[in-house]
């Protein structure tokens, strides 16, 4: 019988693995694209559609209105137009694709700790009343509050979005339009983009009525003239007035420094008999302005793209690994069974004599 050569098979040995990104593994309810470029909110919302309606409102307007009122008026009218579609949407995705201003969830040691502090039952299901801290803003008591997903205390002006599952930093709205929340980081951008759509919508809208005010002049009629681009110009009169309507209170809230978040609470308004003034406002709107829209962009505290720690890594994957451990020494025994059933060794082996002394070799002898 030829000799077989067996080779042990280390379970615990396995491949290197791949280094983890933070966004990999992030807990808040988001997508990311891009290998974490990109950040949305995982229910993109209406994004698509406020996508869609700009382009067929646009592309109709320039297969249709610009044409005749580059024919009629003046060849200024493409650029003007193509210059504010392209600011819009670019404005548009900066607002939809930017962090927001999302805040790091307290690590577990931090949270463990502050649990203990909080929860003095013992009981993990048990929610004490909402705890608060008080600091002082410009001569203002300002109440931060604990935000029992995150387990951290809020900072000033920040709120948890329930659709997102992240604490925002100057938290104004989740809009679904964009698909985002709209915050510290990204606020600037999603400003700018209602701003800017507001100017093309009522372009566009100016456009079509100048459109059909000449056409109806050449002697053929109103009726014939809402034939040739009756899509845009309902779109845009729906539309303008409630672009323009949103601009103008997002304009009064840059001036005074709020947020929409705290415009609808009422958090400086004094609406409780109380006499409040809104601590962060610089008392001059361009100031206000220019602290809201041209400060410098705070760079993003989540860190999506930086890798893993190695103990998380083996944390993460220690479960993969116990489980072919398992396997490999079950199929082990099922190996050794059946290879000794090929060679026929069937019986149970002889116990192996123990070796003989000195004595009971020569007695044998």
């Known amino acids: ?40 909110a995982r229910q993109g919302g209406v994004l698509p559609l406020t996508l ?95 935000c029992f997903t995150c387990k951290m205390f809020r900072p000033p002006r920040t709120s948890h979005c329930s659709l997102c599952d992240n604490c925002v930093e100057r938290f104004d709205h989740h809009c679904p339009w964009v698909g985002n929340c709209v915050g510290k980081r990204n606020y600037r951008f999603f400003y700018t983009f209602i701003v800017s759509l507001s100017f093309l919508t009522a372009f566009i809208f100016g456009c079509v009525t100048t459109h059909l005010s000449l056409r109806a002049q050449g002697g053929k009629g109103l009726v014939f003239a809402l034939q040739e681009s009756p899509v845009e110009l309902v779109i845009c009169f729906f539309s303008v007035w409630s672009i323009l309507g949103l601009s103008g209170f997002h304009t009064y809230l840059v001036a005074s420094n709020l947020t929409t978040n705290e415009d609808i609470k009422g958090s400086w308004s ?49 479960v993969d690994i116990e489980l072919p451990t398992q396997a490999t020494k079950s199929e082990i025994n099922v190996v050794g069974g059946s290879s000794q059933l090929a060679f026929g060794l069937q019986e149970s082996p002889s116990p192996i004599p123990a070796p003989l002394n000195s004595h009971q070799t020569r007695s044998s002898a």
């Open 1 to 40: 019988m030829k000799n077989c050569e067996y080779q042990q098979i280390d379970p615990q040995r396995e491949e290197p693995r791949r280094p983890r990104r933070k966004w990999e593994v992030f807990p808040g309810k988001n997508r990311f694209y891009c290998d974490g470029r990109i950040i949305v």
């Open 52 to 146: 869609g309606l700009i382009l067929v409102t646009c592309g109709l307007f320039f297969v249709f209105d610009c044409p005749f009122l580059v024919k009629h008026l003046t060849s200024c009218i493409p650029f003007i137009g193509g210059g504010l579609f392209v600011f819009v949407v670019i404005t548009l995705l900066q607002t939809s694709f930017t962090d927001p201003g999302i805040l790091p969830r307290a690590t577990p040691d931090e949270a463990a700790e502050i649990e203990k502090q909080i929860d003095t039952t013992g009981n993990s299901s048990y929610r004490p009343p909402p705890r608060t801290k008080e600091v002082v803003i410009n001569q203002q008591v300002v109440k931060l509050k604990y």
């Open 270 to 318: 004094g609406k409780g008999g109380e006499d409040v003034t809104n601590p962060y406002s610089h008392k001059n709107i361009f100031i206000n302005c220019c602290a809201v829209l041209c400060g410098p962009m705070p760079p993003s505290l989540i860190d999506r793209r930086g890798f893993l720690p190695s103990d998380e890594s083996v944390q993460t994957a220690s």
